[in-house]
């Protein structure tokens, strides 16, 4: 199990390896923000990787077209994910910044 920190809230779950960020959270009652539904269109489910990034699997190309296309080239030079595509390869702490991202049945 792999630990994740969400910033700015401090909560704090766990995911198995093969989870992604979201899918994660979303599996342990937690919502994250997403407009269609973790298929890497929207990049409502933008996150910054504060820490712990190396044990997330590599961009993919969608998700390397979908951030270009929606937020620009320059997104690729900062620390930022689309959660619903960050797929956790290997145990460890990870720290993200993601404001919303809170309990589902706070909603
Ligand atoms: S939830 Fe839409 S891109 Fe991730």
């Known amino acids: 199990m792999t630990r994740v920190t969400v910033l700015p809230s401090c909560i704090e779950f766990e995911v198995s390896i093969g989870e992604t960020l979201m899918g994660g959270a979303q599996a342990r009652g937690l919502y994250w ?3 269609c ?7 409502t489910c933008l ?10 699997a590599e ?4 998700e390397r077209k979908t951030l ?11 620390p930022m994910r689309l959660a619903c595509q960050s797929a956790v390869l290997s145990e460890g702490m990870i720290t993200v910044n993601k404001p919303g991202v809170r309990s589902a049945s706070e909603l």
Do not use: D, F, N
């Open 33 to 35: 923000p997403t407009t």
């Open 47 to 56: 996150t910054e990787i504060v820490s712990g990034g190396e044990a997330l």
């Open 37 to 43: 539904g973790g298929q890497a269109i929207c990049t």
């Open 59 to 62: 961009m993919g190309r969608s």
């Open 68 to 78: 270009v296309s929606e937020r620009g080239e320059a997104i690729l030079r900062r």
